[in-house]
């Protein structure tokens, strides 16, 4: 099965500064992407997402870039703030398959 | 908006208890899904279900069984709880057939088996 890697684990950033994660996956059969956002306490949210036939997708101040033939995509957060805080998981599935497989998480804390 | 609403955030049982958590969602979802959060673990799929009466096991289903009887009603059983069990436990629902989209999650279950 799928098999998706976060890193970095934890992830300090300065107010304003940007912050990247990336993540790794093995199936080459995936083309979905989609990224998660987890507050304190809360449930995990869907905060952006791409297919496999685009490179890169915006919105706002996050966007996210896929490599396909290299295997990674990579969360990007510009001019972050204190509610950017908070874990961040990504995940990857084929389209037509309803069993995403999530990383493990990246803890991102914004410095004010 | 979707609403998924799960019947207990938080439980305490015992060792061998037989222990239900319930999942409700009032949009129509084929499919739904029972993960667990553990810290450093991530979100790991114990099963999920795109039909009424449908299953199909995720990656950790052993110690765990489902139910599902009505379109908006998804259940997780634990047969025999155990403390290897203590965990947060996710339900999501998606509406897309055959394709992946959008999970929208419950609140959350916190279980604690002493």
């Known amino acids: 099965g799928e098999n998706v890697e976060q890193h970095p684990s934890t992830l300090s950033v300065q107010e304003g500064d940007s912050a990247v994660i990336k993540c790794t996956y093995s199936d080459s059969a995936s083309n979905y992407f989609p990224w998660y956002k987890q507050e304190l306490g809360k449930r995990p949210q869907l905060i952006i997402d791409i297919r496999s036939n685009v490179g890169e997708k915006k919105d706002q101040r996050i966007a996210v870039t896929l490599n396909k033939t290299a295997k990674h995509f990579s969360l990007h957060i510009t001019e972050t703030q204190p509610e950017d805080s908070a874990v961040y998981f990504c995940?990857?599935?084929?389209?037509?398959?309803?069993?995403?497989?999530f990383g493990k998480g990246n803890q991102v804390v914004v410095i004010p | 908006d979707v609403k998924v609403t799960q019947s207990s955030r938080y439980l305490v049982k015992r060792t061998g208890e037989k222990v239900f958590l319930e999942c409700v969602q009032d949009?129509?979802?084929?499919?739904m899904f029972w993960y667990r959060q553990d810290p450093g673990l991530g979100l790991r799929l114990i099963y999920f279900?795109?039909?009424?009466?449908?299953?199909e096991k995720g990656d950790i289903p052993e110690g765990y069984s489902v139910s599902r009887e009505k379109k908006e009603r998804f259940s997780l059983i634990l047969e025999s709880a155990s403390t290897n069990q203590t965990s947060m436990y996710l339900c999501a629902t998606t509406w897309t057939s055959g394709g992946a989209g959008e999970l929208f999650f419950g609140e959350g279950s916190r279980l604690t088996v002493l």
């Open positions: 995940a990857a599935s084929p389209w037509g398959n309803n069993r995403l497989a």
């Open positions: 949009m129509d979802h084929e499919n």
């Open positions: 279900s795109y039909d009424v009466k449908m299953k």
